[in-house]
């Protein structure tokens, strides 16, 4: 074989590495149609049910962390759901989510996927839903709206030492410098880096946050 053909898959540009992992990810991603019914039911219905693009970096955190409880903020049509319950094949998931059509359709994709008992939905609205549960959770994954304060002090609580949190929608600013709440989404990014209580990097624009 020709020092040539060793290399014909390999990307010469920024942009053409970011396409081959974008395409070998979409290739390899096992939940791609619950992600496809999240975009044909927003589509549909004009609301905020989106799959994460992080999905399968979810799933392997949720392997590498050893997870055993996972609680998650925002289910919508249960695709982040599902990988984090693949990732981690001996954790239970609580997944919150306020939307009870939504609750319902995901709970219809992850039966339709095998997981359904091993991911319990919880329909209610952080944090009033947060303050129902016990504390212990190795790994919390937030993907509902701005996230607050009040919230990131819950999430600490519910966590154990040395849990792991993973935080989206820190950066809604973005798209409309005019949402509410992004002021209350600016403290929990800078409250993410207090040295005594998280240990905090970035993956994408999420942040992957230890507690101490």
Same mark, same amino acid.
């Given at each position: ?7 014909? =898959? &390999?990307?010469?540009? =920024? ?28 589509? &549909? ?16 955190? !949720? ?12 289910? !919508? ?8 319950? &693949? ?9 919150? &989510?306020?939307?009870?059509?939504? !609750? ?102 999420? !942040? ?5």
């Amino acid at each position: 074989m020709s020092a040539s053909a060793d290399f014909a =898959d &390999e990307p010469t540009s =920024d942009d053409a590495a970011r396409a081959w992992v974008a395409r070998r990810l979409r290739q390899a991603d096992r939940f791609a149609a619950i992600a496809g019914e999240t975009e044909r039911h927003r589509a &549909e219905h004009g609301c905020n049910a989106y799959a994460s693009a992080d999905g399968p970096l979810l799933g392997v955190l !949720a392997r590498a962390s050893g997870a055993r409880r996972i609680l998650e903020i925002g289910t !919508a049509l249960g695709y982040s759901a599902a990988w984090l319950a &693949e990732g981690a094949p001996e954790a239970r998931v609580d997944s919150i &989510e306020a939307d009870g059509s939504h !609750a319902e359709a995901a709970a219809a994709q992850l039966r339709r996927v095998g997981l359904a008992e091993r991911v319990k939905i919880r329909v209610g609205r952080s944090p009033e839903a947060l303050r129902l549960l016990e504390p212990g959770y190795d790994l919390v994954f937030y993907d509902a709206y701005v996230p607050t304060p009040d919230e990131l002090a819950l999430f600490r609580d519910l966590l154990r030492p040395g849990g792991l949190l993973v935080t989206s929608n820190l950066f809604l600013g973005r798209y409309d410098a005019a949402l509410p709440g992004l002021a209350k989404g600016a403290e929990v990014r800078r409250a993410l880096f207090d040295p005594g209580r998280w240990l905090t990097t970035f993956a994408d624009l999420k !942040a992957l946050s230890i507690r101490l």
